[in-house]
């Protein structure tokens, strides 16, 4: 009996995991880069490893106990310089946090969805009014109210995951062409590639 319950316990645990963070962060980090940048009509501004300086400044401020860690230079204040000098297990934490944990992608079953899903919201936020997390919801069938819940989670789950896959793609898509108009223009050519990479990736995933 012992031995069934523990064998149970495993099968069950083997089929109710999620999506995993650990496999999903050094995707993020081959599309984003690990260089300090500061680009010409970039909206996000200083940035390294992904991470642009206000989401820094943003996560060291709300935790009073980061401060120490998020002052690299040590001059008690965090500035651009500060990330400049930022290690990779220094945003670790940030995308696990401020991403990954935000669209609750532990609970989404299948791995390239939930990158996918993900690398959306890292790379475009989650738009005016939750506008690109409504975007997925309206896809997989539920009322689009810009939240994470049980129902958008339990929908997301039950799409046919390459169906969900294949739209949610072709969504990024059409959006990186609706705003890529203007200074935003020269961006696009590094958007596709994004894409492109992970769509590279994922082909070594089961997504169906």
């Known amino acids: 009996m012992k031995y069934y319950l523990i064998l149970t316990f495993f099968i069950f645990s083997s089929i109710c995991k999620g999506a995993d963070f650990e496999?999903?962060?050094?995707?993020v980090i081959k599309v984003e880069g690990v260089l300090f940048t500061v680009t010409q009509y970039d909206k996000g501004g200083a940035t390294k490893f992904g991470v642009t300086y206000s989401t820094y400044k943003t996560w060291c401020d709300s935790k009073p106990i980061e401060?120490?860690?998020?002052?690299?230079?040590?001059?008690?204040?965090?500035?651009?310089?500060?990330l400049r000098l930022t290690v990779l297990l220094d945003v670790k934490p940030i995308y696990k946090k401020c991403y990954w944990d935000a669209v609750k992608a532990d609970s989404i079953k299948n791995q390239a969805?939930?990158?996918?899903?993900?690398?959306?919201?890292?790379?475009?936020?989650?738009?005016?009014?939750?506008?690109?997390?409504?975007?997925?919801?309206?896809?997989?069938?539920?009322?689009?109210?810009?939240?994470?819940?049980?129902?958008?989670?339990?929908?997301?789950?039950?799409?046919?995951?390459?169906k969900l896959y294949n739209k949610l793609h072709k969504h990024r898509l059409n959006y990186y062409y609706s705003i890529a108009?203007?200074?935003?223009?020269?961006?696009?050519?590094?958007?596709?590639?994004?894409?492109?990479?992970?769509?590279?990736?994922?082909?070594?995933?089961?997504?169906?």
């Not at 496999?23 to 995707?27: A, G, N, V, Y």
């Open 23 to 27: 496999t999903f962060f050094p995707h």
């Open 67 to 82: 401060i120490m860690l998020c002052d690299k230079d040590g001059n008690g204040r965090i500035t651009k310089n500060d």
């Open 181 to 208: 108009h203007g200074t935003q223009k020269t961006f696009l050519k590094g958007w596709l590639n994004r894409l492109q990479t992970l769509k590279s990736i994922h082909k070594n995933y089961k997504i169906t």
């Open 113 to 162: 969805v939930a990158e996918l899903f993900v690398d959306f919201i890292i790379n475009s936020g989650a738009g005016y009014k939750n506008s690109n997390i409504k975007a997925v919801q309206r896809i997989v069938g539920v009322v689009a109210d810009g939240k994470i819940g049980e129902k958008t989670l339990k929908a997301i789950n039950e799409y046919p995951p390459q």
